[in-house]
């Protein structure tokens, strides 16, 4: 999940969760675009053409919000993963991969 | 992956030509790394030039448009060939070399009695396109297309349906602080285009 507004956030996850699984962009409380993946939330039985065609819908609808790189979804895939690059961001909470534990974002007061 | 197999790229390829130990690398070919598998292949073997056949491929991070715009293993031998591998070398790493370091060589990669009858047809072992698939002895694709039927198998409840949570909301997504009023540091990720794995 990136996104620029909690409002947004919160429709793109109940979404996903209603739908049982899938890839969504959602702009101003809106669906404009989704991408179901109704087996376990990650797989499809779609064929690869429309499969193609669906990926390159979601690139253009995130491209459209002002996404500036390539494959936002790619990215969005390792965001969770836990050993590589040095942090993550999971179900638990901003995750230290060095540490390998929970970290809190917020650092301290901002310096003067 | 297993102590036999592992995917640290040029080390273990150093370590794999040298032979002292029966270790194994597997390249990985996915749409964010493969722009360097070609060069850790080529730069791996100019330092362990054994290593050939200690070498196998596998795929990561690919979607339907990199399968179907760039190619699968089949992708990776061609990359391979480009980097200066010997095509038969090639084919190795992404059959027989993987089935070894796997120990399901009596079963998978190569065309020999006992095994599965899977075959890649092509007409040039450079550019490695497949005209017609073998897939347990049947012809499952010609020219690029499937021709055999996809079957889905059965699925458990488990995998489908909505997803049992209590509805998010806006809130879920702040960040809470204890500190006073006033701006604060945080530690942010920030995303550079074609970058993977340095930190962030």
């Known amino acids: 999940m990136i996104g620029a507004s909690p409002e947004d956030m919160a429709v793109a996850v109940n979404h996903l969760a209603a739908e049982g699984g899938g890839q969504v962009a959602v702009e101003d409380g809106r669906v404009v675009e989704f991408l179901p993946l109704p087996i376990g939330g990650i797989v499809s039985d779609l064929d690869p053409t429309e499969m193609r065609a669906a990926e390159e819908r979601l690139d253009r609808a995130a491209k459209a919000l002002g996404c500036r790189v390539d494959w936002p979804f790619m990215y969005l895939f390792f965001l969770p993963i836990t050993s590589i690059p040095d942090y993550a961001i999971t179900d638990v909470g901003p995750v230290d991969v060095a540490a390998m534990a929970v970290f809190d974002p917020v650092l301290g007061p901002a310096a003067k | 992956m297993t102590d036999r197999a592992s995917r640290p790229p040029i080390s273990t390829l150093v370590t794999a030509g040298r032979a002292r130990i029966p270790a194994t690398a597997v390249i990985r070919g996915g749409r964010l790394v493969n722009v360097v598998s070609a060069e850790i292949i080529r730069l791996g073997l100019e330092h362990a030039p054994g290593a050939s056949r200690r070498v196998s491929f596998c795929t990561d ?140």
């Open chain 2, 61 to 200: 991070d690919v979607v339907a448009s990199d399968v179907l715009d760039r190619g699968h293993l089949d992708n990776m031998v061609r990359m391979a060939v480009e980097a200066g591998i010997e095509p038969m070398a090639a084919v190795q790493m992404a059959t027989l070399n993987g089935a070894e370091a796997y120990r399901v060589d009596h079963l998978v990669g190569s065309i020999s009695p006992g095994r599965y009858a899977d075959v890649v047809f092509v007409d040039d072992l450079r550019d490695f396109r497949a005209s017609m698939v073998m897939a347990a002895g049947e012809i499952v694709a010609r020219d690029g297309a499937l021709t055999a039927d996809l079957e889905p198998p059965g699925r458990s409840g488990l995998l489908t349906g909505p997803f049992p949570m209590a509805p998010a909301a806006a809130d879920d997504f702040s960040v809470a602080t204890e500190l006073p009023d006033g701006p604060v540091e945080v530690l942010a990720i920030g995303l550079t285009d074609q970058t993977t794995t340095t930190s962030w």
